[in-house]
């Protein structure tokens, strides 16, 4: 069964810099589009950032600029870096994966940011 985890949210201040990490444990395919999602109280889930498994991104115009979508194929891992981050980037983020056309989510990791 595949279960994909979210790490690296918290509290920072406006300007500030965190970065998240997702690993899929129990999954032995290289995962297809792995993608970064997140949903504010009271908003509907947006994509933040997604990449191909041959290293193509995309962003949401929102944070163009400011986040870096990577990922480590021999791990299973997807990184977001996300920089000079604002009030409204405040989110649960959730992470997600498309293995063998099945699309597995992480259970999310909130980001504040905060002064």
């Known amino acids: 069964q595949v279960q994909l985890k979210e790490s690296g949210g918290g509290s920072v201040q406006p300007g500030g810099s965190l970065r998240l990490s997702c690993a899929a444990a129990?999954?032995?395919?290289?995962?297809?589009?792995m993608s970064w999602y997140r949903q504010a109280p009271d908003k509907q889930r947006e994509l933040v950032a997604s990449?191909?498994?041959?290293?193509?991104?995309n962003y949401a115009n929102s944070v163009k600029g400011r986040f870096n979508i990577s990922r480590n194929k021999l791990r299973n891992t997807v990184y977001l870096q996300m920089d000079s981050l604002k009030p409204e980037d405040t989110a649960v983020y959730y992470c997600?994966?498309?293995?063998?056309?099945?699309?597995?989510w992480g259970e999310g990791t909130q980001v504040t940011v905060s002064s």
């Open positions: 997600s994966f498309v293995i063998r056309s099945n699309n597995y």
């Open positions: 990449i191909t498994i041959d290293g193509t991104t």
């Open positions: 129990g999954n032995r395919f290289t995962p297809g589009a």
